[in-house]
């Protein structure tokens, strides 16, 4: 636990299979106006919208609709979302669905009470708001940002082919969060596999850096580890309880800044991974998986101590009568089967993307310090083909 | 992740050696009547005292002096501490210690404003409170009870041979925590231990209950290998930063709930040690774990599974040609060998307790449900009798 970090997360959370109930004892904090967020409408069909809608009209709330938040929601979504609550005078925004939709709430929050654009000031300048923040509740219906207990938020500007996440203060971050497992039972396995992959990356992106000996580590492991079995049970029968219940709580966990404390971070996955998604608009999870281990392979001879102990501590690999690079390469080979069995994207090529796109993803790349070994552009597009 | 469960926690907590500055943001949300909180004086010695009171000045705080607070803190205390409070309208009762001083901080917090004597209400009745809460900061000179992220209070009363701990609402939790592993340097080697101690029972407590597959236990042998590690360097060098720091870490996340969520618990080392405490005021650490063996060896046939668990992933037993039983037990073996290495008490008579109070400690026992097996007295008075 080396430098000086603080470390504050306020969001209540309510969890299990009765968790929505407990919406009724957040309601009455907030005044009558609720914008509700929510994407396609699969909430509609699987009957989660009904049961929100009939306890806001018990609690006596107008609903103002705020449907069609995209999976990767864009500025001009955004912009409408933010002249929604503007128009109605907005007292809380409630998300219902997955990350997008988290993150889009926490967007339009930072931006209904202040006069700029938000995609110039949050996610091209990356500024802090300074105006007055609308609070925010999600009910998720799919596990894997963690956006539910975090503050950052992405978007995407597809005129500019760009896809940027901020991290605002913990002042962002919701208010509470209701997290019923059966509610992503009826998720499509794809998107189910999706999330198990992006709460995996994230909670490598924190652990595969660093050379310090440090409790956040060790908790980065039993994350994997819980996440990696409950996802085994998961592929096989996604409507176990306690598989989905204990992925529900990892994603939570793995990217609520608990991990990352008094260590350093490497995101350069998600950088290009999401450069990825800008190009193709895939889905964020399968960006992440088809490019982590040409990126991890790559990257492993700067870190081989890492990849070691990851080998050892997640995967069982053993070490007797092998070299430090032998063992940590049959840890990531061991992560390549896993993600073979539940089934993720290997290669961005099934993603949409083409040799042609290559130079304009490495562009739209941004490069970031903490890994172990700072990356040029150029091996990017390296670790973008060894990609496609 | 069985059940239905909340979960919030907004301490903020600031980390590192250059923690104690943070005061600076935290004094200017409060008043100007700082009731200062600590113990026999070591901060005087060691000059925390000096760098905190020139912090409150400058700040241009009054300040309420309010020494004295024991090791176990008493209810004569505590009433002498509202007092205090009352008398001089404090704003902010910032503690600097331990978990004693935390403990009584929050103790007196819901006392201040509550017409009911605290003893009564609290520790036999166990009621919330129902007056206004007086916010409390703490600054940890030693790493232990979790104290600086939860709302559990400890409070002993020696006339009725009781002490007792409170886990109140969330709305207890202190406002903020530093945590500055260089002020733990100079606590004396065995109250160091009695702390390491007092951080891996709480872990046990909640590790060692339930049979379902949940992330929290997997947690929760993070935090224990994590511990484990950083206690044999620091036995070694207890200016060692790294495995300092760790353990203060791993002390906040052992009891701040995490590592309970969505499974059930066992208490009763604590409710035994305590009961042990009342009788011979020993360190709270050392009472624990001159109890702990006697009694997870007696529980161990009810939960075989666990313990197997335990051995294997905490202390790397392999469980090759053995039954579950001896891989069980091997585990156990195996920490009692850490403990002997860092120097706990391994039986309650070197900590005065002798045969004529057995009798008088398990009355005083309260006997919770949650573990594997559910305790008669006699029971008690057979793990007391196995640990003299």
Redesign the interface.
């Known amino acids: 636990?080396?430098?000086?970090?603080?470390?504050?997360?306020?969001?209540?959370?309510?969890?299990?299979?009765?968790?929505l109930s407990?919406l009724n004892e957040e309601l009455p904090k907030y005044g009558k106006n609720i914008q509700l967020i929510y994407g396609g409408g699969s909430i509609k069909r699987n009957g989660i919208y009904d049961q929100i809608v009939k306890i806001l009209k018990d609690n006596g709330k107008n609903i103002i609709e705020d449907a069609g938040v995209m999976p990767n929601p864009t500025i001009e979504k955004l912009r409408e979302g933010v002249k929604i609550a503007r128009d109605n005078n907005v007292d809380l925004l409630l998300a219902v669905g997955g990350g997008s939709c988290c993150d889009y709430a926490k967007a339009v929050s930072v931006s209904v009470h202040c006069d700029e654009d938000p995609w110039d000031k949050y996610y091209i300048r990356f500024e802090e708001p300074t105006c007055e923040i609308v609070p925010v509740g999600c009910i998720l219906t799919m596990a894997g940002t963690g956006s539910e207990m975090n503050a950052g938020s992405v978007i995407t500007n597809h005129e500019q082919k760009l896809k940027i996440g901020h991290v605002f203060g913990e002042e962002v971050m919701p208010k509470f969060s209701i997290l019923n497992?059966k509610f992503t039972f009826s998720l499509p396995k794809r998107q189910m596999v999706a999330g198990i992959y992006d709460i995996f990356n994230h909670i490598c992106e924190q652990y595969f850096s660093g050379e310090?000996?440090?409790?956040s580590d060790?908790?980065a492991?039993?994350?994997m580890?819980?996440l990696i079995?409950?996802s085994l049970i998961a592929i096989e029968d996604p409507e176990d309880?306690?598989?989905r219940?204990?992925i529900?709580?990892?994603a939570t966990?793995a990217l609520n800044t608990?991990i990352s404390?008094?260590k350093s971070t490497d995101w350069m996955v998600h950088m290009i991974g999401q450069s990825v998604g800008a190009y193709t608009d895939a889905t964020h999870g399968m960006t992440l998986a088809a490019v982590s281990l040409p990126y991890y392979r790559y990257i492993l001879p700067y870190g081989v101590k890492k990849f070691k102990r990851f080998a050892e501590e997640v995967w069982n690999v053993s070490s007797e009568g092998k070299t430090d690079e032998q063992v940590a390469l049959e840890g990531l080979s061991a992560m390549e089967d896993w993600m073979k069995k539940i089934g993720v994207s290997l290669n961005i090529s099934e993603l949409g993307a083409t040799e042609d796109m290559i130079d304009g993803i490495t562009e739209g790349t941004i490069i970031l310090e903490g890994g172990y070994k700072v990356l040029s552009k150029d091996e990017v597009r390296e670790i973008l083909k060894q990609s496609l």
Chains 1, 2 share one sequence.
Not at 1 to 19: E, P, Q, R, V
């Open positions: 636990m080396l430098g000086n970090f603080s470390y504050k997360n306020a969001t209540k959370l309510y969890f299990g299979d009765d968790s407990y497992p310090d000996d440090n409790t060790y908790l492991e039993a994350l580890k819980s079995h409950s309880y306690e598989a219940s204990n529900m709580w990892t966990w608990l404390r008094g």
